[in-house]
């Protein structure tokens, strides 16, 4: 039964819709009949319990008051189910309050959704939310995943197949797999918490390798939705572009890594407004980088970074590195010193003591015990190294003209913010919904190349 709400916008809201862009969202399925879609949203709804509607008495939530956390949400669902997205993945999910599970379970499952709800660790009372519409999805397999660490941060690894709307894709017993990722990531209160999300995000990719390993995959599409709590300048969004990740909004509109102000998705505690919720795809005819190595690229990518940020140029960096050290090279007692110097070890969300080792081994190219200098500038003037080439040989109509083994990956198609403000950086005042804006994208099956680890 389509709710009230739905209907009337529906009928009022046409023409906006229209000018917003939102109807390639909404009817992307019946208006690709040649070239089938799936959508995936991603929102961080944000749950009651840290919703503050007061500034005077901080203290005071919405949580506390039913008639306002319980339109908002319904508004949420209304808004949910009008786009009726593939896939949906909610952050700040109020897992803490029946009443309201109940109500979203009831309502999408009623829709035609699966569910599957995580909380946090710790009863911190949020936690995600993953749906997959059974019209084009069969749920293969669903992992929870606990990162066990400061700010007891969550992520949830779904395992789904493609069915019959997408048959015409298939190429002989070739079967249609897409691993999702729902999460959200700590905030960065402070600098010294940006290891700890560097962290969560390696313990994702780390996880998601062991169960294709486990299952004996080939390498199929990875959908990561979520919160990442970060911007496109930040480590994380780099980790994610090494491992051969791309941005789907930013794909959609021909932004490149350097477009960091083009939009925004968040207006945080703090007023202050970035663009930190991505909907991030990795195809199967990528190269990959091993992640081990991507991981150490992107600790020294932020051992870089503070040491920079403290004005130290290439030869005071290696100065600083050497300590007490006569000799013109580094030992690895003055590289740990230098690392607990920096904040990056020396405490339970550091790096750990096999951490630091492998950081070592990479950094020690000759394996001679010592770093001199020419190692050092190796590492100082790096930069971060985005994927390499694909495996494409395509037709111009996307399909792959190569004899290498195929598979099934997504081209981008479409990507919208709601609300549409935010698409050029600006963050409306009206908006009620959520302190997040909604990000949807369209992604059209094709066929492939598989990759392989570079």
């Known amino acids: 039964m389509i709710p009230k709400f ?7 809201m046409k023409g906006r819709i229209s000018r917003i862009g939102s109807y390639a969202i909404s009817s992307s399925i019946r208006d690709h009949q040649q070239q089938p879609c799936i959508t995936c949203t991603t929102f961080n709804i944000l749950a009651p319990i840290y919703k503050r509607l007061s500034n005077e008495d901080q203290n005071f939530r919405e949580s506390d008051c039913r008639t306002y956390w319980f339109g908002r949400n319904q508004r949420i669902l209304d808004w949910l189910l009008y786009e009726r997205s593939s896939i949906i993945c909610l952050q700040e999910f109020w897992v803490g ?30 936690g995600l939310l993953t ?50 990722v729902n999460t959200h990531l700590l905030f960065p209160h402070d ?13 994702i990719l780390q996880h998601v390798e062991s169960y294709q390993k486990e299952h004996n995959l080939k390498p199929i ?23 051969g990740f791309v941005s789907s909004y930013d794909t959609a509109h021909q932004y490149t890594d350097a477009d960091a102000h083009k939009w925004v998705s968040h207006r945080n505690h703090r007023g202050n407004i970035c663009g930190v919720d991505f909907i991030w795809l990795l195809n199967p005819n990528k190269y990959r980088k091993l992640l081990k190595a991507s991981w150490s690229e992107a600790v020294f990518g ?29 030992t690895y007692s003055g590289f740990c010193e230098a690392l607990e110097q920096l904040n990056l070890t020396g405490h339970k969300h550091g790096l750990a003591d096999e951490e630091t080792k492998d950081l070592w081994v990479q950094a020690d190219i000759d394996g001679n015990g010592v770093v001199d200098y020419k190692e050092f500038q190796r590492i100082w003037k790096t930069t971060w190294s985005d994927q390499r080439n ?3 040989d395509e037709d111009e109509d996307g399909f792959v003209k190569s004899s290498l083994e195929q598979t099934i990956g997504f081209s981008v198609k479409n990507a919208v913010l709601f609300p549409p403000e935010v698409e050029k950086g600006r963050w409306p005042e009206n908006y009620s919904l959520s302190d997040h804006a909604r990000l949807t994208v369209v992604f059209s099956p094709i066929r492939m190349p598989c990759s392989r680890l570079s």
Not at 7 to 12: A, L, Q, S, V, Y
Not at 99 to 113: H, I, N, P, Q, T
Not at 311 to 329: I, M, Q, W
Request: proline share 1%; net charge positive.
């Open 6 to 12: 739905a209907k009337t916008m529906r009928t009022k």
């Open 97 to 126: 309050n029946e009443e309201l599970v109940d109500m979203y379970e009831k309502r999408l499952s009623d829709a035609g959704y699966v569910n599957f709800k995580l909380a946090r660790t710790n009863n911190r009372g949020d």
């Open 131 to 180: 749906a997959v519409h059974k019209d084009y999805f069969r749920v293969v397999n669903y992992r929870d995943l606990l990162f066990n660490d400061f700010g007891d941060r969550v992520a949830q690894l779904l395992h789904v197949e493609l069915i019959d709307p997408f048959s015409q894709c298939r190429n002989g017993d070739l079967r249609q797999e897409i691993l999702i």
């Open 191 to 203: 600098s010294s918490l940006s290891l700890v999300r560097l962290h969560q995000v390696y313990k």
């Open 221 to 243: 599409p990875i959908i990561l939705c979520g919160d990442w709590n970060g911007s496109k300048r930040g480590h994380v969004y780099k980790f994610l572009r090494s491992q």
């Open 302 to 330: 932020m051992f870089k970074c503070l040491l920079r940020r403290a004005s130290l140029t290439e030869t005071d960096a290696f100065a600083f590195l050497k300590a007490d050290n006569d000799g013109n090279y580094i």
């Open 390 to 392: 694909d495996l494409n």
